[in-house]
C-alpha cells in the first residue's frame, strides 16, 4: 500500500509510541492529536483511536468522532475494554488488541480503509437510485448486498408504520413481513435468489402488516442496486394496491369566467437562487447568503467545485477530478478520497440536506459529476462567455451596434483573473487565457468602432 496520512488520536503512551515509531519506519506519515475529539482535518486516510482504562465514559459517546469521515481503527490497550463498548456505534471499521504488531496494525489500516471505501461506493450508488426513482411516487427500501436496509423513502415508512431506528440495520424480510404467501415471505432468501436480469421478485401481490398492526395489501418487486453479477444492493419497490387509482382531476374556473373549466395550477416549486463569482476574488452565495469557503474544513472540496466550475452544465470524468485534486495519487486512493470529498462538498452546499435526499447541485452520472443549479444562477465566467458569443453573431452580420452593447455589457462581468487561486493548473490556466485573450479581443472591437 502506498505511504497514507494517519492520525493517532488519544493519549499515546509507551505502547503506542512504539506502534507510530514502527508506522513511521514503514514509509507512512503519522500525526498525533491528544484529544481524540479535535478534528484530524482533511486528507487523513486513516484514523488510529487509543482506547485506555478509565477514559470509557467520555470515548462511548461516539458523539466525538461524528467528525471523522476518515476510517477509523480502535485500539485498545486491555482486553477487557471491549466489553465496555460498542465499537460499531463509534462508526469503527477495525480494532487491534494488545500485543500491537506492527504487521497487525497494518493489516487492520488496509481492512479499515478497504472497509470504508466499499460504503462511500455502496453510499454513492444508493444515492443514485434514490434520485433516479424519486420520481416514482413508490415506497422504496434499500438494502446491501447481504439484506441490510440502509435507507426507507417516506411512503415506505408510512406504508410499514416504522420510522428509520426501527429499520435500518435489519433484515428487509423483518422489517417488510409478508403474511400470506404459501411460501412464506420471499425477502427472507432474498441475498441467495439471483436472476440474470437484475430482477430478483417480479411484481408480485401480498398482504403485509405495518408497524400499527394493520393488514395491507400491496404490490412489489425486487431489483438488483448496481452490477447483476455483483450487486450493490437490492431494491425493494412497493405500493398499497387499493391506492392505486387514478387521481381526480382537479378543477377550477377562470376568474371572471364562469364558464370555463381549466385545470388548478400546480404549485410553484421555490428554486434556490445561487450567485458565483470566479473572476477575481473567488464567491459564491445562496440564497443572498455569503458561503464562506475560506471556513470550509476540506479545502480539496473548494478545488472540486471550482473544477465542476470550469465545466459548469457538463459532465466531468472522476478520473480528471483525481488528477486535478491529487495528481501524484493512484487510482484507488484516488476513488477513496474523492468520493469523501465529494461527500463533504454536498454538505457545504446544502447543510440541511438529509443522508440519501435529493442533492439539488451535484449529479452523479455513469462516472462522472456534473455540477447544475438549473436555471436559477448567476455564474459570471457563463454569463460573459453567452454575451461575447451573441456580440460575435450580430457584430459578423454587420449590426455593429448590436454587437458592442453584448461586448459591453459581457465586460460588465469580467472583473479580474479567472480563479486566480490556480495559477499552475493546465486546465484553469487554460481557460483563464481564453478569458483573457477574448477581453482582450473584445475591448479591440470597441476601440476599432470608436475611430
Given at each position: ?13 509507551e ?5 507510530v515509531?514502527?508506522l ?14 479535535v ?11 487509543a ?12 458523539s ?20 465496555e ?5 463509534m ?31 455502496l ?20 438494502t446491501?448486498?447481504?439484506?441490510i436496509?440502509?435507507?426507507a ?15 435500518h ?12 404467501l ?13 436472476n ?26 425486487v ?8 450487486p ?7 405500493h ?29 416549486v ?31 472540496a473548494?478545488d472540486?467545485?471550482?473544477l ?8 466531468v ?36 440536506a ?36 451573441q ?50 479581443r ?5 476601440r476599432?468602432?470608436k475611430?
Amino acid at each position: 500500500m502506498d505511504s497514507l496520512n494517519l492520525v493517532m488520536a488519544g493519549i499515546v503512551d509507551e505502547k503506542l509510541s512504539i506502534v507510530v515509531e514502527d508506522l513511521r519506519r514503514e514509509g507512512y506519515d503519522v500525526r498525533t492529536i491528544q484529544d481524540p475529539s479535535v478534528d484530524p482535518g482533511p486528507d487523513v486516510d486513516a484514523v488510529l483511536i487509543a482506547i485506555h482504562p478509565g477514559k470509557m465514559p467520555d470515548l462511548a459517546d461516539h458523539s466525538l468522532f461524528r467528525k471523522y469521515t476518515s476510517p477509523r481503527v480502535l485500539l485498545l490497550t486491555d482486553d477487557e475494554l471491549l466489553g465496555e463498548l460498542n465499537p460499531v456505534s463509534m462508526g469503527a471499521q477495525a480494532m487491534v488488541f494488545p500485543p500491537f504488531h506492527s504487521m497487525a496494525v497494518i493489516n487492520a489500516i488496509q481492512t479499515a480503509i478497504r472497509i470504508h471505501t466499499q460504503h462511500a461506493v455502496l453510499e454513492e450508488s444508493l444515492a443514485h437510485y434514490v434520485e433516479s426513482h424519486r420520481h416514482l411516487g413508490e415506497g422504496i427500501l434499500l438494502t446491501d448486498s447481504s439484506g441490510i436496509v440502509r435507507f426507507a423513502n417516506d411512503l415506505a415508512k408510512h406504508l410499514l408504520g416504522l420510522d428509520d431506528s426501527s429499520m435500518h440495520g435489519k433484515l428487509v424480510g423483518d422489517v417488510f413481513p409478508v403474511i400470506d404467501l404459501e411460501e412464506g415471505n420471499p425477502l427472507k432468501q432474498l441475498p441467495d435468489l439471483s436472476n440474470a436480469s437484475g430482477q430478483l421478485i417480479k411484481a408480485s401481490r401480498a398482504t403485509i402488516r405495518g408497524g400499527g398492526g394493520e393488514a395491507r395489501e400491496v404490490l412489489f418487486q425486487v431489483k438488483t442496486v448496481g452490477d447483476v453479477e455483483r450487486p450493490d444492493g437490492m431494491m425493494l419497490i412497493f405500493h398499497e394496491y387499493r391506492l392505486r387509482q387514478k387521481p381526480k382531476q382537479v378543477v377550477t374556473l377562470k376568474e371572471r369566467d364562469g364558464a370555463s373549466p381549466v385545470r388548478a395550477a400546480e404549485p410553484e416549486v421555490k428554486r434556490r437562487t445561487v450567485r458565483i463569482q470566479t473572476f477575481g476574488e473567488f464567491q459564491i452565495s445562496i440564497d443572498d447568503e455569503l458561503i464562506e469557503v475560506h471556513r470550509w474544513r476540506s479545502k480539496k472540496a473548494l478545488d472540486a467545485l471550482c473544477l465542476l466550475l470550469h465545466s459548469y452544465g457538463k459532465p466531468v470524468q472522476k478520473d480528471i477530478l483525481i488528477d486535478f485534486l491529487w495528481p501524484e495519487t493512484d487510482a484507488t486512493t484516488g476513488n477513496r478520497r474523492l468520493l469523501n470529498v465529494i461527500s463533504e462538498l454536498r454538505k457545504y452546499l446544502e447543510p440541511g440536506a438529509r443522508r440519501y435526499a435529493r442533492n439539488n447541485f451535484i449529479r452523479h452520472e455513469s462516472g462522472m459529476y456534473r455540477l447544475s443549479f438549473e436555471d436559477n444562477v448567476y455564474l459570471d465566467a457563463a454569463l460573459f462567455r453567452d454575451l461575447v458569443r451573441q456580440g460575435d453573431y450580430h457584430w459578423g452580420v454587420g449590426e455593429l451596434r448590436m454587437g458592442r452593447t453584448y461586448y459591453q455589457e459581457a465586460l460588465q462581468h469580467k472583473c479580474g483573473a479567472f480563479m486566480p487561486r490556480y495559477m499552475n493548473s493546465p486546465i484553469i490556466d487554460e481557460a483563464r487565457e481564453y478569458f483573457d485573450d477574448t477581453e482582450e479581443r473584445v475591448r479591440e472591437r470597441l476601440r476599432f468602432d470608436k475611430k
